[in-house]
Antibody, heavy 112, light 106 residues
Framework: EVQLVESGGGLVQPGGSLRLSCAAS????????MSWVRQAPGTGLEWVAS???????YYAGSEKGRFTISRHNSTDTLFLQMNNLRVLDTAVYYC??????WGHGTLVTVSS | EIVMTQSPATLSVSPGERATLSCRAN??????LAWYQQKPGQAPRLLFY???TRATGIPPRFSGSGSGTDFTLTISSLQSEDFVVYYC????????FGQGTRVDIK
């Protein structure tokens, strides 16, 4: 069974940084197209970033330059490094393998 | 950028009736479209990919159709657990999601 478990969320001040992790089991992150999707409170889904099997990375326009997606193949872990965080980055962040499955999400709150 | 537009924003339907949800892309995405269902407090659940291929475990009362720019999710006979939010997603070029359709009890 494939399982994705996110961690690393929490409360951070505007301008701060966080690194989210997504631990995968039942798959290899190097053999999957992996993505991060976020959902701000009470709103819809927003794609953040993806990394493909070849290691190419893709970002939604608003996050380019602030967010970095990466993976650690030996531990089957996906990461999202988020810098210069803004209040509008407050959301539940989900990782996904292909279109499915998704993890349960980790909450990031950016507030002073 | 590919923009996905879902309609209506809210759909009020009686239990046992049919619900038809629409999703439109601002350019052709072939059949590179997925549908998700999201229950409160939960991660989205994949219903369909390739516009009309049902994901594992999805009951046959759900059906997906369309290609190009216009897509439809149909729920043939609404059950109590179906009154939640549905999103379409294109994966033709990056990913973008529609804003969602909430299905409410009439």
């Amino acid at each position: 069974e494939v399982q994705l478990v996110e961690s690393g969320g929490g409360l951070v001040q505007p301008g701060g940084s966080l690194r989210l992790s997504c631990a995968a089991s039942g798959i290899t992150v190097s053999g999957s197209h992996m993505s991060w999707v976020r959902q701000a409170p009470g709103t819809g889904l927003e794609w953040v970033a993806s990394i493909d099997i070849d290691g190419n990375t893709y970002y939604a326009g608003s996050e380019k330059g602030r967010f970095t997606i990466s993976r650690h193949n030996s531990t089957d872990t996906l990461f999202l490094q988020m810098n210069n965080l803004r209040v509008l980055d407050t959301a539940v962040y989900y990782c996904a393998s292909g279109l499915w499955p998704w993890g349960h999400g980790t909450l990031v709150t950016v507030s002073s | 950028e590919i923009v996905m537009t879902q309609s209506p924003a809210t759909l009020s339907v009686s239990p046992g009736e049919r619900a038809t949800l629409s999703c439109r892309a601002n350019q052709s995405i072939s059949t590179n479209l997925a549908w998700y269902q999201q229950k409160p407090g939960q991660a989205p659940r994949l219903l369909f990919y390739a516009a009309s291929t049902r994901a594992t475990g999805i009951p046959p009362r759900f059906s997906g159709s369309g290609s190009g720019t216009d897509f439809t999710l149909t729920i043939s006979s609404l059950q109590s657990e179906d009154f939640v939010v549905y999103y379409c997603q294109q994966y033709h070029n990056g990913w973008t999601f529609g804003q969602g359709t909430r299905v409410d009890i009439k």
